[in-house]
């Protein structure tokens, strides 16, 4: 079974930080393209970040530019969004998702075959 697993959201305050992680179980990443994607309520879908299945391009959102870096470890099956200088407009349930043998990556939700459920990220003060 394939599956995705995000942690590491939580609550922070304005200009903290947190990382995220997305754990793959069933499948390895390595032929994987992955992205991150938030969605806050009321609100579409948005890509945050991507990565390359080689780890080489990755992608990111010009709201969280400078402030994320997308990072894989494909030892440990896994990715990671660093979460910098974090902003009330940051929060949302952050998503990760997998595409299949893709030398490049983007941030356009369809482009994705597997999610996982969702982290929650709350900066509030």
């Known amino acids: 079974q394939l599956q995705l697993v995000e942690s590491g959201g939580g609550l922070v305050q304005p200009g903290g930080s947190l990382r995220l992680s997305c754990a793959a179980s069933g499948f390895t990443l390595d032929y994987y393209a992955i992205g991150w994607f938030r969605q806050a309520p009321g609100k579409e879908r948005e890509g945050v970040s991507c990565?390359?299945?080689?780890?080489?391009?990755?992608n990111y959102a010009d709201s969280v530019k400078g402030r994320f870096t997308i990072s894989r470890d494909n030892a440990k099956n896994t990715v990671y969004l660093q979460m910098n200088s974090l902003k009330p407009e940051d929060t949302a349930v952050y998503y990760c998702?997998?595409?299949?043998?893709?030398?490049?990556?983007?941030?356009?939700?369809?482009?994705?075959?597997?999610w996982g459920q969702g982290t929650q990220v709350t900066v509030s003060s």
């Open positions: 998702a997998a595409a299949f043998d893709r030398p490049t990556c983007g941030l356009d939700p369809y482009e994705y075959d597997y």
């Open positions: 990565i390359s299945s080689s780890g080489g391009s990755t």
